[in-house]
């Protein structure tokens, strides 16, 4: 009973302290591309920026009209009443003297509104569009941040695919090298084959089956370096089994959109800066209004006395005149304009050279797989001819493993001539994209 109670605590000790690991299949680059947009804690941080930008901006509604409102109250007590000089002969002195008079009372209460809003500000204005565009900026930045992560999630996904079709053709290659190393021990057995020629032929095979290791952990790195793109954690892990693409379409990249976005708007932010130090010398012209109350009295606890009264309207214009400051800022903002302007017209044509770039790496390793097809089908039609005559005693095993190694060769360049063909076309969509 003892032994089964253990094993039972051991067995719930177990459940309890080892972590649940949870897996997540993909099956196209799509599919990793969407959920890297919910995992990846740097699209959370922009999400969250950009959430701040909006809220300033909502704030800078308000800066357009400046409103200040104050509600000051005061109560004071004047343990000294203050002492006036009055001539004396007011009160029936000598005339050229003067006589001390105190004014006033002991306590004084006020209580003070005030308001002032702008009715013509050109520099709230200013902040407001400037704003506005500090928000798109944000928001197109978060867009190139996702964009930069699909770049990196489209390069590791591809290398993974071209790892799985390694491991394939090894697997597949290994399978042909048992069998060469199968003929050659009979023709071994026979008396047909010498044993240095049975030696090449196991090393010819384990030199596979050491391949086909050094594939299975790169397909370990490599999809701990998604886990990282995807911000996993250890608990986590994610597996591609793609289905093939059937999309036959040629793509044709453009000038990416976001970038071009990301040059407009700093330019048109440039020249609102600029436009706004030239508004700063503007005037400004603001509603002004306000009420005060005030009581007088000799008593701590209660003032004593009417309540004096004071109410104004009236139009506020000020003006800011030149100072050291404005105009650095004038010079600063003009500098900026011009090298906004300057940096828009030369990447318009960096970003028209990458488009054609794209088509062309597009181009280059279309060229290349179909080179590697032809290429892989003659090396197979000759090392099945060797095979053959090796059987027939008619070559040497050197020539066999010699065009053995050209179709294994063969096999890894198809693979891999075919994942740089998708990758290229996934970097043509990922460019033209604007999320």
Request: hydrophobic fraction near 35%.
């Amino acid at each position: 009973m003892k032994y089964f109670l253990t094993i039972g605590l051991w067995i719930g000790m177990t459940l309890v302290t080892t972590p649940l690991i949870s897996q997540t299949v993909f099956t196209s680059l799509e599919d990793v591309l969407a959920y890297s947009e919910t995992t990846n804690l740097d699209v959370v941080a922009n999400n969250i920026q950009l959430e701040s930008s909006k809220k300033l901006e909502r704030v800078s509604k308000i800066g357009r009209f400046d409103p200040k409102i104050q509600f000051p109250i005061t109560y004071t007590n004047n343990t000294t009443v203050p002492v006036n000089l009055l001539p004396a002969e007011a009160f029936g002195g000598e005339p050229g003297t003067f006589r001390e008079v105190q004014f006033g009372q002991q306590y004084n209460l006020n209580f003070t509104q005030s308001l002032e809003v702008s009715l013509y500000n050109p520099v709230g204005w200013m902040d407001y569009s400037l704003a506005k565009l500090n928000t798109k900026i944000t928001e197109n930045n978060s867009r190139l941040t996702i964009q930069q992560l699909h770049q990196s999630i489209a390069d590791n996904y591809y290398h993974i695919i071209n790892l799985q079709k390694q491991q394939a053709s090894a697997e597949k290659n290994l399978q042909t090298a048992d069998s060469l190393l199968i003929i050659t021990k009979n023709k071994y057995d026979n008396g047909l084959a010498r044993q240095q020629e049975v030696n090449n032929a196991q090393v010819n095979r384990l030199t596979l089956a050491q391949q086909l290791d050094q594939i299975a952990y790169s397909m370990t790195d490599a999809y701990y370096n998604l886990k990282v793109l995807l911000h996993l954690p250890d608990s986590e892990t994610v597996e591609i089994n793609e289905v093939p693409p059937t999309d036959a379409t040629i793509p044709m990249a453009a000038p990416n959109p976001l970038m071009r976005s990301n040059l407009l708007l700093q330019q048109e932010y440039a020249q609102q800066d600029y436009l706004k130090t030239q508004k700063a010398f503007l005037p400004t012209v603001s509603f002004v209004a306000g009420n005060t109350f005030q009581a007088n009295g000799n008593d701590f606890y209660a003032v004593n006395g009417d309540w004096l009264t004071n109410n104004y309207l009236g139009v506020r214009v000020g003006f800011n005149l030149p100072n050291k400051q404005t105009l650095t800022n004038r010079e600063v903002a003009k500098l900026n304009k011009e090298l906004a302007d300057n940096n828009f017209r030369k990447n318009q044509a960096t970003l028209a050279a990458e488009a054609e770039k794209l088509n062309n790496n597009y181009q280059k390793a279309i060229a290349q797989y179909e080179s590697t097809l032809k290429i892989g089908t003659i090396n197979r039609d000759s090392y099945d001819k060797n095979v053959n005559l090796y059987r027939e005693g008619l070559v040497d095993l050197s020539v066999v493993l010699d065009s053995y190694t050209a179709v294994v060769n063969s096999d890894y360049n198809e693979n891999s001539a075919w994942s740089q063909v998708q990758l290229a076309k996934a970097k043509i969509f990922i460019n033209n994209k604007s999320y």
